[in-house]
Structure formats: structure tokens, C-alpha cells
């Protein structure tokens, strides 16, 4: 897939449209960058006619708007919009971009992934980078846990006062569904001969930090 990520004016408004579109085929090769944004913009006229193309970043998926919207996510004013201007824009997606070049290529991280216990040299000690993006890790990690700690807790509260109700018009619904899936372990349990005819042996290695953000 292979699309932009555009920005957006609103008229008089301070506050800019943050969004990602595919790149269209037309007559079998992809549209230009900036016709995928102008189309865009076309589109969103018929609903707002101040919307105006400012600027649009190259990105084939949607990582680079979901970084930028997550890192305005406090100056957002509606759905797309943002109070920030293009210049802070194009810094968190220079930001975006070094971080993108600095990570090792999926090949050379499937490569090492991928290595058998025979090829595994052992224990060594840490590099001074390698103690550092631990600690980077673990800062994540912890930021993370707290971020999904109060999710949980505001989930459970809609639940709860969603109640009996399977939706609440325009912004959620809460259906009631079955599903039937297969007892694995119960049939390694019963039929272990048969399960056997059907296992199949993959190689793949664990990255497990044992180190504490808060040890003393």
C-alpha cells in the first residue's frame, strides 16, 4: 500500500487536519503524491468548502498519522484537527523519520529472530547503547502499563453504564455474540497420538528484559 499523509487549513481557523489517503491507480501506475492530496482535498470540499491542501508527507501506511495524531492528541479540537501549526507538524515528522531510519531493517530483525540454538554464542556484557535503549524500553513500557491501567478502569465504567443497551447511537455499540473454537488442550488430553500427526516444529527466539525500571 502507498499513500501520503496530508495536512489541511480550515479557512480563518488556526487548527489544521491531520490525515492519510492511498495512492490511486489510474490507467495501472500510481497517482502522483500531490494528486492523491489535491484529490483528497476535492473530496473534503463538498463537505467543508474553506478545507485547502497545505502540505503531505510520502509514507506508504498509516504509522506516520497515527505518530502525529498521538503526539498532538492534547491539542486536538475535532476527529482530524489539531491546533498546531504546519512548522510543528513537519518537526514531529522529521521527529517520525529519524526514528524510522535509526531502527534496523525488518530483514536484519527477522535474521537474528531466526537464529537456531546452535548459532547462539552465549552470554556477554552490555554496550553502553545497549544499557541505555533498555532503559528507553522500560520507560515505554512503564508509561504503557499506566496508560492501559486507566483504560481498563474507563472501559469498566462504560460497561457498566451502558448496561442492557447494544449501542449508544453514534459512538459505540456493546452486541452480544457467540463463538465456538477448538479445546486444544483438551485434545492433547484425549487424542495426544492424533495430535502428534499434526505438530509442527518452528524455530524463534524471545527478547525477555529482566531488568527492573525501579530496581535499586
Known amino acids: ?56 508527507f510520502e509514507h506508504e501506511n498509516r504509522d506516520l498519522e497515527t505518530y502525529l495524531h498521538q503526539q498532538f492528541l492534547s491539542r486536538r479540537v475535532h476527529n482530524e484537527f489539531f491546533d498546531v501549526t504546519l512548522e510543528e507538524i513537519r518537526e ?40 541505555y535503549v533498555v532503559d528507553q524500553i522500560l520507560e515505554l513500557r512503564a508509561r504503557i502499563k499506566g496508560l492501559k491501567l486507566e483504560e481498563e478502569a474507563l472501559l469498566a465504567e462504560l460497561k457498566v453504564s451502558v448496561g442492557a443497551a447494544s449501542e449508544v447511537t453514534g459512538h459505540l455499540t456493546y452486541e452480544a455474540s457467540t463463538r465456538t473454537s477448538l479445546d486444544t488442550r483438551a485434545l492433547r488430553r484425549d487424542h495426544p497420538d492424533l495430535c502428534k500427526g499434526y505438530e509442527r516444529e518452528t524455530a524463534s527466539r524471545s527478547l525477555k528484559i529482566r531488568r527492573s525500571l525501579f530496581e535499586e
Open 1 to 56: 500500500m502507498s499513500g501520503i499523509v496530508y495536512v489541511m487549513s480550515d479557512g480563518e481557523r488556526p487548527h489544521k487536519k491531520i490525515g492519510w489517503t492511498a495512492r490511486k491507480k489510474v490507467r495501472g501506475e500510481l497517482e502522483p503524491s500531490r494528486a492523491a492530496g489535491e484529490r483528497r482535498e476535492r473530496q473534503l470540499r463538498t463537505g467543508n468548502p474553506q478545507i485547502r491542501l497545505l502540505h503531505y
Open 92 to 131: 514531529r515528522a522529521d521527529a517520525f523519520f529519524r526514528i524510522m531510519a535509526d531502527a534496523p531493517a525488518a530483514a536484519e530483525v527477522d535474521r537474528v529472530d531466526g537464529l537456531t540454538a546452535d548459532l547462539l554464542t552465549g552470554a556477554r556484557a552490555p554496550s553502553n547503547r545497549e544499557v
